[in-house]
């Protein structure tokens, strides 16, 4: 099983280095290398989508046109008009974290998003932005959101507890739930994969037996290419109802 | 009982909290499903809401995967 090592994938290697800050070396890593290639292809994306814009859309446009709209209902719907001063914000996450998962699909490439490291930046981010916001809008007020209105005063005390842990938890789940997805998606691929090659050394036999996990690989690689769309945009959504509930002062 | 037989039946059993998560998605998207051929004009607008408590749930069991691949490869 050895040889098969599905987790090999996910190495980080070095490709040069930068720099040493204290002991510690930095590094340019494929990761980063397959960072600045996201970024490239989405800016390459919305260059060509704002260049010479015409009434009736060239193709690049229309992809441009049909990612706004879409985040941006998305983001109307659920805070109002107030939340789309944020729509960089959401924006930005939502085109980075959909075209890093599209290129880790890819076979031979690495997927950004299957690190915990970059997944928990990125939700750290909205934290920040939705607490340190929250306090500059509401103050003081924005301390409510652990006390829900209307409970009883006996069980207030466990109430403002749950809430208080819940609260500390939604950065931890909202990069926990990406990563791990992208991270077991990988790996079942891979498995999959491997089975393949352990059928292919019976012979005639195992290669006729080997199309069955091919055609799993290949099935599963469909589903991959949806989960890859669905976690950007359950990131992108709860962005925006963290976001909310700096806004409006949430319960 | 050897170290890495432990880890492996360990790994097992965290593998069946996915269970219960595969029951929470499948009753949202069933009831989801259910709404929306009753009143398929209100359907689109719950889209957002059946995401999100897709996510949420979905979560849960994808902490249990977690921990199954953490004891798999990591420990």
């Known amino acids: ?251 | 009982m050897e170290p890495a037989a432990a880890k492996l039946i360990g790994a097992g059993i965290a593998a069946i909290g996915m269970g219960g998560a595969g029951v929470g998605v499948g009753t949202i998207f069933g009831n989801y499903l259910a709404a929306a051929i009753r009143n398929p004009s209100a359907a689109q607008g719950q889209f957002g809401n059946l995401i999100f408590g897709f996510a949420v749930t979905e979560a849960l069991g994808i902490f249990s995967l977690l921990v199954a691949l953490l004891l798999l490869f990591v420990f």
């Open chain 1, 1 to 251: 099983m050895a040889a098969l090592d599905p987790i090999h994938q996910f190495q980080v290697t070095k490709i040069f280095t930068v720099g040493h800050i204290g002991g510690h070396e930095i590094a340019f890593t494929n990761s980063s290398a397959y960072m600045f290639g996201t970024l490239a292809i989405i800016l390459i994306l919305m260059l060509g989508a704002s260049a010479g814009s015409r009434l009736i859309p060239t193709r690049f446009q229309s992809v441009g046109e049909l990612s706004y709209e879409f985040v941006a209902d998305t983001l109307r719907s659920i805070t109002g008009d107030a939340g789309m001063k944020f729509f960089p914000l959401v924006f930005s996450i939502f085109m980075f974290i959909l075209v890093a998962n599209l290129i880790g699909i890819i076979p031979y490439t690495f997927s950004v998003t299957s690190h915990i490291i970059v997944t928990a930046a990125l939700a750290l981010l909205v934290f920040f932005t939705w607490v340190i916001y929250g306090f500059y809008k509401h103050g003081l007020h924005f301390l409510k959101l652990f006390v829900p209105s209307g409970i009883p005063a006996p069980i207030l005390p466990l109430i403002v507890f749950i809430e208080i842990v819940s609260f500390f938890s939604k950065p931890v789940s909202h990069s926990v739930r990406l990563f791990a997805n992208m991270l077991a998606g990988h790996i079942t691929l891979k498995v999959f994969a491997g089975f393949v090659t352990m059928l292919g050394a019976f012979g005639a036999l195992g290669y006729a037996g080997a199309v069955l996990p091919l055609a799993m690989t290949v099935a599963l690689t469909a589903l991959e290419l949806l989960v890859a769309f669905l976690q950007a945009y359950v990131f992108a959504i709860l962005t925006c109802i963290y976001l909310n509930d700096g806004i409006h002062g949430g319960h």
